[in-house]
């Protein structure tokens, strides 16, 4: 293919190994062979394939030369200490030879071989000495059991990628692939080529030892050259620097886009809290990327598909959808397919109904999705019009049309004439050969084959948009809230009446109660507070009361009070043997329009995470729920309880009152700085329910579990 019109001018000598490792000047391959069909042969046939402009020294001393190349015996030799070295060889020899090559001046390095962490013990134990030996000399090391490197605007290719003689480097680009999976990177990287992505890097992590995920954003977000990021993730092990490098793409307006898999359900260490069970990782998972503008990718179709629309940044939507297609059939399955997704296909307004009547009569429907009609295609300027309307439309963010073949390339300047004088995103389907797809494109329209893979893509891509101002919102508020407070201890396990009392310091509202060492005291208090009464056990081991029968509601005279205290003891003796029992905990009861459950949990990853669902005994059954990652504000509660199916039953369902959401959201807020202030040995705050009333909200149950 020839080599680039200039060699690459080498790093000055203040360049970090990050930038040595991603974009280097020189490249040595320790293990190099002569076969370009071998490990250690296929990247150096890439370089030479390709047109490299930096140096290349193969190392091995059976061979003075190979690939056209000079060969050296071994590193010493080297005329230069180069930018990045790459080890073709055992995992026995790779540390020896690390060590070698540090000494000769080389500050970034590329492990291909397995045989580490992901083997067996010795493996875990050789993985060990390789962080050591990094975290002591400070070189960049990649791996290992990778497939390693690629930087395709410059063509140092250090990857042992077959695909890439497939899908060669051509012209620039700027979307960064990175990937924990060796065989995902080859994956989506042929998808993303076919798809149109033109990408500028190709990262395999490997087994992560010395550099991790979030160490490569941290480059890419800076990196002139990176305008998106696109990746395959199983596992994060610096939650914190992740949140922190993608709060810096958000700021940098570049577009972050992750498939993360191995999202299982949290295990049973926090199975006596049911928000343990609602807030497994997956949904955790999911809730950060959404507040931190990460769009979350399925499949690496989906991927590629999400990173093709974002290369069209200079073009704005959003989730409110106006369908323009040539088929009334096509239109409605459009509409269908956009509303199932969670997109929005609002009816038009009636002026800009009429409009499109007196402008183009042929119009087959006009409330949205608009049938334009085959016949429209034969009068010249009526298509612009059309789109131009919908445009103008401030109840429309997104103009979808769909168009075959010739159809599409009649109307095609008119659709690009639209897009540009109105700056809106129109995203074109044509399921036929158009000739001016590439046209399209250029101009800012995407254009996609396939309705299905459109509206998949657009509906990511469309609220990724809306949630700005959230996500700016949310930005805000850790960065006023800090940290959580390295707090003084609090007393280890906690029973009812204690974790409200924690909790209502934080300014959580809990209801009127008062702990009781026997029935007859229990009637004592009950006559104090106020009947009719609620009454439960009190034991730091039982969180699910109701199960072991340790609960009586309603009770309304001193005998009651006296009669169940003792069956809820004797009930607990019988059911929870070996617990610890403090005795019965007496409420004044309390009456609402809606429970709620309110839970807080600390994922390994991203930290202190709230769950806000419908609660009560039917909290798991429904598994109506939302997820944030705190802190959270009343802003925030709000939004989270507008997202739950049940949210109709806060807001005056079928004559019943509505509840007093601002106390409601209060509460919620009052619940995260519970959570912030609590010390780092509380694992799971859950207040269930939480008693939506017409005025005012009330913590009715309240459980805190620690380490």
């Keep these: 293919m020839g ?3 200039a060699v690459l001018a080498p790093h000055p000598p203040h ?15 320790i293990g190099a062979s002569a076969d370009p069909k071998r490990l250690g042969g296929i990247a ?17 001393p059976k061979y003075p030369q190979m690939h056209g190349l000079v060969c050296y015996p071994d590193v010493e030799s080297l005329p230069q200490a180069p930018d990045l070295v790459v080890l073709a060889i055992g995992a026995e020899a790779v540390l020896p030879t690390l060590r070698r090559c540090h000494e000769r001046g080389i500050r970034a390095a590329i492990v291909y071989a397995a045989g580490f962490a992901e083997a067996d013990e010795a493996g875990v134990a050789r993985q060990q000495e390789l962080v050591e030996f990094a975290n002591e000399t400070g070189m ?11 930087n395709l605007n410059t063509r140092a290719i250090s990857a042992f990628a077959t695909l890439l003689k497939d899908y060669p480097p051509s012209e620039p680009g700027h979307v960064a692939l990175l990937t924990q999976s060796g065989n995902m990177c080859a994956v989506i990287y042929g998808a993303g080529r076919d798809r149109g992505v033109r990408f500028n890097q190709f990262i395999n992590t490997g087994n992560e030892a010395c550099l991790e995920f979030a160490q490569y954003l941290d480059y890419l977000v800076d990196d002139p050259q990176t305008h998106c990021a696109i990746g395959y993730l199983e ?5 914190e620097r992740f949140v922190a490098v993608a709060e810096r793409f958000r700021q940098a307006g570049k577009p972050l886009i992750l498939i993360k898999s191995g999202e299982t359900e949290q295990g049973s260490a926090a199975a006596m809290s049911h928000t343990a069970s609602l807030a497994g990782n997956q949904a955790v998972n999911r809730a950060a990327f959404r507040q931190l503008g990460i769009m979350q990718a399925r499949d690496p179709g989906h991927l590629v598909d999400l990173a093709y629309l974002a290369s069209f940044g200079g073009r704005r939507g959003g989730r409110r959808v106006a369908v323009a297609s040539i088929s009334g059939a096509m239109g409605g399955l459009l509409t269908d397919l956009l509303v199932d997704s969670g997109l929005q296909v609002p009816p038009l307004a009636a002026h800009l109904q009429q409009r499109l009547r007196d402008t183009a009569p042929e119009l087959g429907m006009v409330g949205n999705p608009i049938d334009l009609t085959a016949n429209l295609y034969n009068r010249e300027g009526i298509a612009g019009k059309v789109f131009g309307a919908l445009a103008d439309d401030d109840g429309v963010d997104t103009v979808l049309v769909y168009g075959t073949g010739y159809l599409l390339d009649r109307i095609a300047q008119e659709l690009i004439e639209a897009s540009r004088v109105s700056g809106r995103l129109f995203i074109a389907i044509d399921t036929g050969r158009a000739r001016s797809r590439g046209e399209l494109e250029a101009a800012g329209v995407p254009v996609f084959t396939d309705a299905a893979r459109a509206v998949a893509a657009m509906a990511v891509y469309l609220p990724w948009f809306e949630m700005a101002d959230s996500r700016e919102h949310w930005a805000r508020l850790r960065q006023a809230s800090g940290s959580p407070q390295a707090a003084q201890a609090i007393p280890r396990r906690l029973d009812e ?3 409200k009392r924690l909790l209502a310091a934080h300014g959580v509202p809990v209801c009127d109660e008062l702990p009781a060492g026997n029935p007859e005291q229990a009637a004592q208090l009950a006559q104090q507070l106020g009947y009719p009464v609620a009454l439960k056990v009190l034991s730091p081991d039982i969180a699910h009361k109701t199960e072991i029968g340790g609960v009586r509601l309603r009770l309304g005279d001193p005998a009651a009070v006296r009669a169940a205290s003792q069956e809820v003891l004797d009930n607990a003796a019988r059911n929870a043997p070996g617990s610890e029992v403090r005795g019965v905990l007496v409420q004044r009861m309390e009456s609402g329009i809606c429970e709620l459950i309110v839970g807080v949990t600390r994922d390994p990853v991203f930290g202190l995470a709230m769950t806000v669902g419908l609660g009560g005994v039917f909290t798991e059954v429904f598994r109506d729920a939302a997820h944030r990652v705190l802190p959270v504000d009343e802003r925030m509660a709000r939004e989270m309880l507008e997202e739950l199916r049940g949210f109709r039953l806060l807001t005056g369902y079928r004559g019943q009152p509505p509840a007093d959401l601002d106390a409601v959201c209060g509460a919620i807020a009052a619940i995260s700085r519970a959570a912030y202030a609590l010390p780092e040995d509380v694992t799971d705050i859950e207040v269930n329910p939480l008693l939506a009333k017409a005025q005012g909200a009330v913590a009715l149950d309240a459980l805190i579990l620690q380490r």
């Design 3 to 5: 080599k680039p019109e």
């Design 44 to 60: 150096i046939d890439h370089l030479v394939d390709f047109g490299y402009g930096g140096a290349v020294y193969p190392v091995n």
């Design 15 to 29: 360049a970090t190994p990050m930038q040595r490792l991603l974009d280097p000047r020189s490249i040595a391959f």
């Design 140 to 150: 960049a090391v990649c791996g290992p059991n990778c497939m390693g490197l690629a």
């Design 235 to 239: 596992g994060l092990r610096d939650g």
């Design 497 to 499: 009446c204690e974790a």
